[in-house]
Nanobody, 114 residues
Framework: QVQLVESGGGLAQPGGSLTLSCAAS????????MAWYRQAPGKEREFVAR?????????LYGDSVRGRFTISRDNAKNTVYLQMNSLKPEDTAVYFC??????WGQGTQVTVSS
């Protein structure tokens, strides 16, 4: 049974940084592409970033975060990360980890406010 646990959310000031982590258990982590999505109040869930399976390191970013966010993975630790820099108030949302397009974590709240 796959379990995904996000951590690292919290309050940040505009222009600040946060790093989210998503730890996976119960499956062969390295064979799955991993992704981050986010959902702001009253809005649909939005694609943030994706990293391919294995060690190829191929990444894809949503238009609103490209150049500010970086996704990475550590297959030895079954963990995917999202480094978020130059945060904006519009980045405020619950951030969700996704494995293989099928499995979701519970989410972690990110609030960007002064």
């Amino acid at each position: 049974q796959v379990q995904l646990v996000e951590s690292g959310g919290g309050l940040a000031q505009p222009g600040g940084s946060l790093t989210l982590s998503c730890a996976a258990s119960g499956s062969e982590f390295s064979i799955y592409a991993m992704a981050w999505y986010r959902q702001a109040p009253g809005k649909e869930r939005e694609f943030v970033a994706r990293i391919s399976h294995g060690n190829s390191g191929r990444t894809l970013y949503g238009d609103s975060v490209r150049g500010r966010f970086t996704i990475s993975r550590d297959n030895a630790k079954n963990t995917v990360y999202l480094q978020m820099n130059s945060l904006k108030p519009e980045d405020t949302a619950v951030y969700f980890c996704n494995m293989g397009g099928s499995f979701w974590g519970q989410g972690t709240q990110v609030t960007v406010s002064s």
